[in-house]
């Protein structure tokens, strides 16, 4: 069983930045897929960007060229370095894994705020 929790949230100004936290504990798959979501109020939840245990990267097309997702795998945390925030980042963000085809875990989520 995997438990994750996100940190590192907050309210910012537009153009500013936040380095969000995903802390991963129990049995931690050595291959698996981490990933972060985000939900905006009404809206679906979204695939901001992953990360596999090899470090390969993928992001969606909004948060390209401002976020970076990383892993330090030696502590079981991910990160999202989010620069540039604008508005429509406001969403309450999600650490994900995945892991042999059929686990899933999610954690409880932080809230991302940017004022504009």
């Known amino acids: 069983q995997v438990q994750l929790v996100e940190s590192g949230g907050g309210l910012v100004q537009a153009g500013g930045s936040l380095r969000l936290s995903c802390v991963a504990s129990?049995?931690?798959?050595?291959?698996?897929?981490m990933a972060w979501y985000r939900q905006a109020p009404g809206k679906q939840r979204e695939l901001v960007a992953t990360i596999t245990s090899g470090r390969s990267t993928n992001y969606a097309d909004s948060a390209k060229g401002r976020f970076t997702i990383s892993r330090d795998n030696a502590r079981n945390t991910v990160y999202l370095q989010m620069n540039g925030l604008k508005p429509e980042d406001t969403a309450v963000y999600y650490c994900?894994?995945?892991?042999?085809?059929?686990?899933?875990?999610w954690g409880p989520g932080t809230q991302v705020t940017v004022s504009s």
């Open positions: 994900n894994l995945r892991a042999l085809g059929y686990l899933d875990y």
């Open positions: 129990g049995i931690i798959f050595d291959i698996n897929t």
